[in-house]
T-cell receptor, first 115, second 112 residues
Framework: GNSVTQMEGPVTLSEEAFLTINCTYT??????LFWYVQYPGEGLQLLLK?????DKGSNKGFEATYRKETTSFHLEKGSVQVSDSAVYFC??????????????FGRGTQLTVWP | KAGVTQTPRYLIKTRGQQVTLSCSPI?????VSWYQQTPGQGLQFLFE???????NKGNFPGRFSGRQFSNSRSEMNVSTLELGDSALYLC???????????FGSGTQLSVL
């Protein structure tokens, strides 16, 4: 089946520290991969995506590379800020065409950044 | 451009009651999907609608239903509420063929 496994949180870092959140997946086809972020009291926002192997998604200093050989899509940022504190979700999407919106999510990783 | 709007923001119901949640997608988006978010199960897909037709359904009991109107607005209904239905219900919309989903802020349902 299709599933996403991401590292358990919470993750607590000091400002300017390096961030890695691990994400691996199992998929029946060739998925597109996503990282979503959820700030307190809000819905999810797309952070970055990659649609094929070796693609690198990037946004706001965050990066993730689609690794087909290791079925991974780890999220990284070189220097986190207090404003990055949020819950991060890794997700995959298999279906295109008639099934447009179904995402398979990981359990989420709470990130807290201290000044 | 307005985002995805979900109403109400909060709901408190008692066991056995039914509830209807509303979602207005971004203008021009014809696909709407619903997710349930709980601390124990995380984010789980409920169903997806496109052009008033349900295209996909997650693994939820028949008490959970939905529909989409001709203006793409969507509603989901939960009948005979159970304590375990307490959750944040998120709606997302997208343009056909686009892989970016836009999420609303959700409806927080509490079942007492």
């Amino acid at each position: 089946g299709n599933s996403v496994t991401q590292m358990e949180g919470p993750v607590t870092l000091s400002e300017e520290a390096f961030l890695t959140i691990n994400c691996t997946y199992t998929a029946t086809g060739y998925p597109s991969l996503f990282w979503y972020v959820q700030y307190p009291g809000e819905g999810l926002q797309l952070l970055l995506k990659a649609t094929k192997a070796d693609d690198k998604g990037s946004n706001k200093g965050f990066e993730a590379t689609y690794r087909k050989e290791t079925t991974s899509f780890h999220l990284e940022k070189g220097s986190v800020q207090v404003s990055d504190s949020a819950v991060y979700f890794c997700a995959l999407r298999i279906d295109r065409g008639s099934t447009l919106g179904r995402l398979y999510f990981g359990r989420g990783t709470q990130l807290t950044v201290w000044p | 451009k307005a985002g995805v709007t979900q109403t109400p923001r909060y709901l408190i119901k008692t066991r056995g009651q039914q509830v209807t949640l509303s979602c207005s997608p971004i203008s021009g988006h014809r696909s709407v999907s619903w997710y349930q978010q709980t601390p124990g199960q995380g984010l789980q897909f409920l169903f997806e609608y496109f052009s008033e037709t349900q295209r996909n359904k997650g693994n939820f009991p028949g008490r959970f239903s939905g529909r989409q109107f001709s203006n793409s607005r969507s509603e989901m209904n939960v009948s005979t509420l159970e304590l375990g239905d307490s959750a944040l219900y998120l709606c997302a919309s997208t343009w056909k063929g686009d892989e970016k989903l836009f999420f609303g802020s959700g409806t927080q349902l509490s079942v007492l």
